[in-house]
């Protein structure tokens, strides 16, 4: 497989791989909903609380799996088979280091807990590392050859099979095992589907590394570790000083909400990141994308984070039941954090395609304190407070940061970043009003009716609040333009 690929026509790329990749990502939306589902009935809140206390400490020394050098190969404008080779041995070596550890900090877990479940749980969660490093390199040799349906396609087939062995798993009575076998089986899959499509060779082991793709692996890996450290220490402390049945109500809540959110993110980031990568000497043009499809995404989910918001009772019972209950308040205050993410996660594609990953870690450092700080202040008031903290905190705290960062960076600007999500904020807040001056027969009788309400409201006063604003009513135009020149 040749490691440069000839530059691709951007719209019509971008609008084939945005398509399948939209397609397949649905599909696997609904199977990670329908998993939230199925698995909140075959287990007990204490089973999620077991496996979220351990998972951010094997997810966080994950991290290292492979140095942030798979982002590097997809970026970098030219890259050899000498550079290839380098990079699959060294994150080959990273990982079996990192699954090692993992293993030697099971007994420390198990005794920060003081339960000695969390031995096997901790080893068993160590195996999908390995998996992980040695898939490195065909992944992200696919995502630089832009072949985003045969990426779409592997990770609709390592859901589905995640999601069987884990169901199987747990109606079988494996109780929290269950949890940790999903991501194993998963782990294979998507090794043997990488190895299977790219047909890539590496040649004999050599650790040595080109420098400057050392310094940007390792700045990314930096921003990676202090990012996952702000976002998975509320588990640790919910887990440590609640207990892990209220720590199994958080996980519910987060999962139910945000990875929907980041199963939206991270397939878009899959495509953006190459495409603005070979076109970030263009300012205006890289300006001009990065805009336009965060309008675009921004119009997808807000509304849809707003209406979940509104409607968290409503959400829980539905899919859980009344026993599940206690999720709904976490749910909301999640929510509220949420609407702000569909955009400030996309501000990764403006460091890491203009090569600024030492002022993205930088940032990550900056994120991670005001977040690790908001999760202590709100540890008093349990699992809500924390949830509550982090999102007032992301309000007052980061989103400022993050715009004057993003202006100084360039070449999007503050007002392009504050105005896309400001004005669906305004459209979540008059559906909010709008919602609570309704009539009860509409919004107490049936939680579906309620649901499809709040969608109606939500939706309705986003779309119309972006025609009547010139800057989104011109990037919705210019979208759809592009979308019908290049299916012509």
């Not at 399948?20 to 998993?35: E, Y």
Request: one cysteine or more; hydrophobic letters at 55%; a positive charge.
């Amino acid at each position: 497989m040749n490691a440069n690929p000839p530059p691709p026509q951007f719209g019509r790329v971008a609008l084939r791989g945005g398509l399948v990749t939209a397609g397949a990502q649905g599909f696997k939306i609904a199977i990670q909903f329908l998993s939230v589902v199925i698995l909140a009935r075959l287990l007990v809140p204490e089973d999620f609380g077991l496996v979220a206390s351990v998972g951010p400490i094997v997810a966080f020394v994950g991290l290292l799996q492979d140095l942030g050098l798979q982002q590097a190969v997809i970026q970098r404008k030219e890259i050899d088979q000498r550079q290839l080779n380098q990079v699959f041995w060294l994150t080959a070596v990273v990982g079996l280091c990192a699954g090692a550890v993992v293993a030697c900090l099971a007994p420390a877990i198990a005794a920060f807990y003081g339960d000695q479940r969390m031995w096997g749980i901790t080893l068993a969660s160590a195996v999908p590392l390995l998996f992980g490093s040695l898939a490195a390199v065909p992944i992200a040799l696919m995502n630089r050859h832009l072949q985003f349906g045969q990426l779409a396609l592997n990770d609709t087939i390592t859901a589905a099979v995640g999601l069987l062995a884990t169901a199987t798993a747990a109606y079988l009575g494996l109780g929290y095992w269950s949890l940790v076998l999903g991501p194993a089986v998963s782990a294979v899959v998507a090794l043997v589907a990488g190895w299977l499509v790219t047909r890539w060779t590496p040649s004999w082991p050599n650790l040595k590394i080109d420098g400057d793709i050392f310094r940007f692996g390792a700045n990314l890996t930096g921003f990676n570790l202090v990012n996952f450290l702000s976002r998975n220490l509320d588990n640790i402390l919910i887990g440590k000083y609640s207990g892990a049945t209220e720590l199994g109500y958080y996980d519910r809540a987060y999962k139910l909400l945000l990875f929907p959110l980041q199963n939206i993110n991270q397939p878009l980031t899959r495509i953006m990141v190459p495409l603005l990568s070979r076109i970030h000497e263009d300012k205006q043009r890289f300006r001009d994308i990065y805009v336009r499809t965060n309008w675009l995404l921004a119009v997808i989910t807000m509304p849809g984070i707003a209406t979940l918001t509104l409607t968290s009772e409503q959400v829980v019972r539905l899919l859980f039941g009344e026993r599940w209950m206690a999720v709904a308040p976490i749910f909301a205050w999640l929510g509220i954090a949420g609407l702000m993410q569909s955009v400030s996660s996309t501000t990764g594609w403006i460091f890491i395609c203009q090569g600024k990953t030492k002022t993205m870690f930088h940032w990550g450092i900056y994120s991670s304190l005001t977040t690790v700080a908001s999760f202590i202040v709100g540890l008093h008031w349990g699992a809500i407070g924390v949830a509550a903290a982090y999102a007032i905190s992301g309000y007052v705290l980061r989103v400022p940061v993050l715009a004057a960062l993003i202006h100084r960076v360039g070449p999007v600007t503050a007002g392009d970043f504050l105005g896309i999500q400001g004005l669906f904020i305004v459209s979540s807040l008059l559906a909010w009003l709008s919602y609570l001056s309704l009539p009860a027969l509409l919004t107490s009788q049936s939680d579906l009716l309620a649901i499809l309400v709040a969608i109606a409201l939500n939706y309705g006063f986003a779309l119309a609040l972006m025609l009547a604003v010139p800057q989104s009513r011109r990037a919705l135009l210019a979208t759809l333009a592009n979308v019908a020149s290049n299916i012509g």
